[in-house]
């Protein structure tokens, strides 16, 4: 049982550049989110999903876009990469059947922006 | 609104003394309360989670947890430290809509 999978681990953009993460879980989830972590500040929620074909923003959505056409993926994109946008992305999912589920997270996603 | 604070960014302690991560949160309902572990270079794991069961909870590797409704409080602790313990952990609140509030981590490192 894979869980929570996350490509690529590592990705160095220029500024400017888009690009996919991408997040796909096996577990029949129908919560799923993404969130950034940065030094001091824990983990910030971007974006998340409560079920394919619905999505909504967290505390930090600007510059990501994210879209749910499948129970499995979840993906985000970074239109025109930043170097403020330089950060550990994590996917989680979870069952929504009770608030007191336990959130599965991905490896994370090294991103270097420069 | 829902709110998380830990109290140490960072704990050194000796293998085999205790551990003490604490933990302060505010919340306008009645919230879920996790533990998470994340180990260098690695995801995040569960360690325990309070769901209004019990007031203190026990996790994995060794690790328990009290709820403290009248200091908001819900304070890691282990017994005994072991150097696999060296992680960066974090306190979690989840109020009714799934959204999880992350406190800012705690680094424990563990002298041999």
């Known amino acids: 049982n894979a869980g929570v999978t996350q490509t690529p681990k590592f990705q160095v953009l220029k500024t400017g550049q888009s690009m996919t993460l991408q997040c796909a879980q096996d577990?029949?989830?129908?919560?799923m989110s993404w969130y950034r972590q940065d030094p001091g500040m824990g983990l910030r929620l971007i974006h998340y999903?409560?079920?394919?074909?619905?999505?909504d923003q967290g505390e930090v959505p600007n510059g990501y876009n994210v879209s749910r056409s499948t129970t499995e993926d979840f993906p985000l994109r970074l239109l025109s990469a930043a170097p403020s946008q330089t950060s550990v992305y994590f996917c989680?999912?979870?069952?929504?059947?009770?608030?007191?589920?336990?959130?599965?997270f991905g490896q994370g996603t090294r991103l270097t922006v420069v | 609104a829902q709110s998380v604070t830990q109290l140490d960014s960072h704990v050194s302690v000796s293998e085999g003394t205790p551990v003490l991560l604490r933990c302060n949160y505010s919340?306008?309902?009645?919230?879920?309360l996790f533990w998470y572990v994340q180990h260098p270079n690695k995801g995040l794991q569960l360690l325990l989670k309070?769901?209004?069961?019990?007031?203190l909870v026990k996790g994995i590797n060794g690790f328990e947890a009290e709820f403290k409704k009248s200091e908001t409080s819900f304070h890691l602790t282990k017994p005994s430290a072991h150097m696999s313990d060296a992680a960066e952990y974090f306190c979690v609140v989840s109020p009714s809509d799934y959204k999880l509030s992350f406190g800012a981590g705690t680094t424990v490192t563990v002298r041999a």
């Open positions: 309070y769901t209004s069961a019990a007031t």
């Open positions: 989680a999912s979870s069952q929504t059947s009770s608030m007191n589920t336990e959130a599965f």
């Open positions: 919340s306008s309902y009645s919230p879920s």
């Open positions: 577990m029949n989830h129908e919560y």
């Open positions: 999903s409560v079920g394919a074909g619905i999505t």
